[in-house]
């Protein structure tokens, strides 16, 4: 009977009356519960690490894009000048930046597909250019003003000197009373680009008299009579201030295939003073001289053929001008149109010459472009 009495109150522990037989399941129902599945989990929600981490990520570029905002105003308010070129720099910044990962891109697109450089489209080519990732099967060339590889020389120039405390203070007056010496053109005005442009100009047409007078010069070692003739014409026309007919100058193209004005053919004075006619420095000797204006006219000429295959009329007008600058005309203060003219004249003339006559190419820089309307300036 005390057995009894006390199972039911045990189990009257339990809410309920239950027979003293059932006591012993319940009891390791209990402990089975207890020891396997544990307390009742909460019903509160938590967010993963993963979800965690993005929302922080997004509260903190939300807030950096507020300040950011707010920085903006203020300077726009209470530094106008200097506001101005702090958005220049930062559009470089983003341009510079956006140059590079399309350059990547396309090195990328050409390893995968096994694509060579003369078999990119048009842009693709002009892109790599003036970037200058070079990898081999690029040759050197000069960029659309500064190759990349002094632009990067530049910015590590001035990362060097903005290391000690407080310097980066003259690093920004150095870059704003040296803008052409130390800024690459990413971070240029657009006042600055049209005046820098012009002084690169200038430097180049300093090199088209001694050009002319070497032409002038090696009439007699012509040894066809014609050719001499023709010759002859040319350099008169120059001298007038005519411009040149595409014949004119196609009708010389055997002149600058063999001697004396073949590529392996020219004298070092000649070569240096066509290095400087293409923006290239003319301190280095004859052989590498002879190297860098052969590889320079070879992208130039295929830069040619992917234009033709293009057209013309597909370019828009700053690349339209951007082109003219490259083969020598300064397209800053030329009309559109008559700089499409001029680059269908180039194209005409680039598109008829094969590999042994690019020195013709390379001389008509200055033949094609010297007396151009408006380009003498």
């Given at each position: 009977m005390a057995l009894?009495?006390?199972?039911?109150a045990r189990a009257a522990l339990w809410g309920s009356a239950v027979p003293p037989g059932l006591y012993v399941v319940r009891r390791l129902q209990f402990v089975r519960s207890g020891l396997t599945w544990g307390a009742p989990r909460s019903s509160k929600l938590h967010l993963s690490p993963k979800a965690d981490v993005k929302s922080l990520i997004s509260y903190v570029v939300t807030k950096t894009k507020v300040i950011n905002g707010k920085y903006h105003r203020f300077l726009g308010r209470h530094f106008p000048r200097f506001y101005v070129l702090y958005t220049i720099f930062m559009k470089g910044l983003q341009m510079l930046?956006?140059?590079?990962?399309k350059a990547r891109r396309i090195k990328t697109n050409m390893w995968k597909h096994n694509i060579k450089f003369h078999q990119l489209p048009y842009r693709e080519m002009?892109?790599?250019r003036q970037v200058r990732m070079h990898q081999g099967q690029i040759p050197e060339v000069h960029g659309e003003i500064i190759k990349f590889r002094r632009d990067v020389t530049k910015c590590l120039f001035l990362g060097i000197l903005s290391i000690p405390p407080f310097a980066n203070y003259l690093v920004f007056l150095l870059m704003y009373l040296f803008p052409r010496q130390l800024l690459i053109q990413h971070f240029w005005t657009p006042k600055q680009q049209i005046d820098f442009l012009d002084i690169y100009h200038a430097l180049r047409k300093q090199s088209h008299?001694?050009?002319l007078c070497y032409l002038e010069k090696v009439v007699p070692l012509i040894s066809d009579a014609g050719l001499q003739w023709h010759m002859t014409e040319l350099c008169t026309k120059m001298q007038?201030?005519?411009h040149p007919a595409v014949h004119d100058i196609l009708a010389l193209r055997e002149c600058f295939a063999n001697h004396p004005l073949g590529m392996d053919q020219l004298r070092a004075l000649q070569m240096k003073a066509l290095s400087r006619a293409m923006l290239l420095t003319p301190y280095l000797p004859s052989v590498l001289l002879r190297h860098r204006l052969k590889t320079h006219t070879t992208v130039i000429h295929q830069l040619d053929k992917a234009l033709a295959k293009l057209g013309v009329g597909q370019l828009t007008a700053q690349e339209v001008k951007s082109a003219?600058?490259?083969?020598?005309l300064n397209s800053t203060h030329i009309a559109e149109e008559r700089c499409?003219?001029?680059l269908g004249e180039w194209l005409q003339i680039s598109c008829s010459l094969k590999e042994t006559e690019l020195s013709l190419l390379l001389h008509n820089v200055v033949l094609l472009s010297i007396n151009y309307v408006g380009s003498r300036r």
């Open positions: 009894s009495r006390v199972c039911w930046w956006a140059d590079a990962k002009e892109h790599l008299p001694a050009i007038r201030g005519t003219c600058y490259l083969r020598g499409r003219t001029w």
